[in-house]
């Protein structure tokens, strides 16, 4: 389907009435197409440690090869009382549709301030992950046309990190990568961070061999693996790059850093 490509010189510009009418049809009859989605670029990715969550995105926004925007954020704090929500305790990233990751993070913030003017305490993060999944699905017909990943403490101060598709499945993860360098940055992590494929040199041979002890990770080094991770996609994708949006929740509060990534 032309709406999930991003080659303009096949299914020409990303945008809306992107398809020309078509003349195949019987004479004197012509077919128009609304189609109401486009792909923005950009990559996120989160991270859940032993009593903190690390998320992060890229801050670049496309359209096919041109670059709408280098500083455009994919990554909010939610459910926070004040204007610059420093009192948040949620972070969710969305990738794709940046109108609808916009809309998507405005509804489920609204959602979460009322919560907490209702309870008089923050939506905790399992609740409101259940409940991400109920505005998605609600829209199964018509979806939010973006990859969204909710991330923060549960109740025991680990890292919590959610993942969903479009139309509201979801799960909790150790690690997640989305949007267009996902597949790039996905292997990184499933290697550094969940430890796969990685054996203890000399232990074996073939099968034989013994795997790496899996342990928490520290917080330098996963603030250390996200920027190697955009640093590797920004050099094998186009849509990635300009600057990287860090978040790290910890039981102090969101701690926010901006970092540069290449402009080219």
Do not use: W
């Not at 919590?160 to 790039?184: I, K, M, N, T």
């Not at 190697?228 to 949006?245: K, P, S, T, Y």
Request: hydrophobic residues 35%; contains cysteine.
């Amino acid at each position: 389907m032309a709406m999930f490509s991003q080659n303009p010189l096949l299914n020409g510009p990303n945008y809306s009435f992107s398809e020309a009418p078509k003349f195949n049809a019987p004479e004197g009859a012509r077919q128009h197409r609304f189609d109401p989605y486009t792909d923005n670029g950009g990559s996120t990715l989160a991270i859940a440690g032993a009593d903190f969550t690390i998320m992060a995105g890229d801050t670049r926004l496309t359209s096919g090869y041109s670059i709408n925007s280098r500083f455009h954020p994919k990554v909010f704090k939610i459910g926070g009382t004040t204007s610059d929500q420093s009192d948040a305790t949620l972070v969710l990233s969305v990738v794709g549709f940046a109108a609808d990751g916009e809309a998507l993070k405005e509804r489920l913030d609204a959602i979460c301030k009322m919560y907490r003017y209702r309870h008089g305490k923050p939506m905790s993060v399992k609740a409101c992950a259940q409940r991400l999944s109920t505005i998605l699905y609600q829209k199964r017909f018509f979806p939010y046309y973006a990859y969204a990943i909710l991330g923060g403490l549960d109740e025991e101060g680990k890292g919590a990190v959610y993942s969903y598709d479009p139309v509201g499945s979801y799960e909790r993860e150790q690690c997640r990568a989305g949007g267009a360098a996902a597949s790039l940055i996905m292997p990184f992590l499933d290697n550094q961070v969940n430890f796969k494929n990685q054996f203890i040199p000399g232990s074996g041979e073939g099968h034989a061999l013994q795997e790496c002890e899996r342990r928490p990770l520290t917080r330098q080094e996963v603030e250390t693996l996200v920027k190697d991770a955009f640093d590797g996609a920004v050099e094998r994708h186009i849509e990635v790059g300009d600057g990287l949006q860090m978040m790290i929740i910890t039981k102090e509060g969101i701690e926010e850093l901006i970092l540069p990534l290449k402009r080219d």
